[in-house]
């Protein structure tokens, strides 16, 4: 026995002590964790050590944060706006029992087959508004006018485009002034 020495390999006898020695300080860890009980009363002391930072935390947060003062209260008592007269106002109204300089008209749509247009046209009158169609021929080519109108009112001209632009219509205007009786 003594030619072939230990038949115990030299590994064995490095990783056995080695994984005795974890074993032990495994155990040692173990012995220094708390117990169910103790590790809540653990957690319960946290947690109020946490609300009571949070508390703190908002109280100086409160403090520090300071409400905005406003001079202008008093810059306003103190100062004087002046207000012009309506005479010295550059905007002059036009008098209600003028009568209008200006018709207005609106082409919603030009095709070239009367049939779409007298499409739109009837789609318009369902709208309430009042449309022809208008056809004019350019460079050899018939086309033909959705027109809507005419209005001598700008009110109504601004209500008539409302309608149409809600249907995804962007109508064109076309103003035209009025003769004036002599």
Known sequence: ?????SRIPKIVWIVTP???????????????VP??????????????????????????????????????????????????????SPYKSTPKTEAPGYEYTL???????????DSLRVKLIIENLDSRIEQVNVKGTDYYRVMVGPFTDRSKLNKAQDTLASH?????????PLKKAE
Not at 18 to 32: D, E, H, K, P, Q
Not at 107 to 117: D, V
């Open 1 to 5: 026995m003594s030619e072939g020495g």
């Open 18 to 32: 080695t994984i005795a020695a974890v074993f032990v300080g495994f155990l040692f860890f173990l012995s220094t």
């Open 35 to 88: 117990s169910g009980d103790e590790l809540d009363a653990v957690k319960g002391d946290a947690k109020k050590a946490l609300q009571t930072g949070v508390e703190r935390a908002k109280e100086e947060v409160v403090k520090k944060v300071a409400k905005p003062e406003y001079d202008f209260y008093k810059l306003l008592e103190e100062s004087e706006v002046p207000v012009p007269s309506a005479e010295d």
């Open 107 to 117: 082409q919603a749509a030009s095709f070239r087959s009367e049939e779409q247009a």
């Open 168 to 176: 995804s219509i962007n109508a064109l205007v076309i103003k035209k």
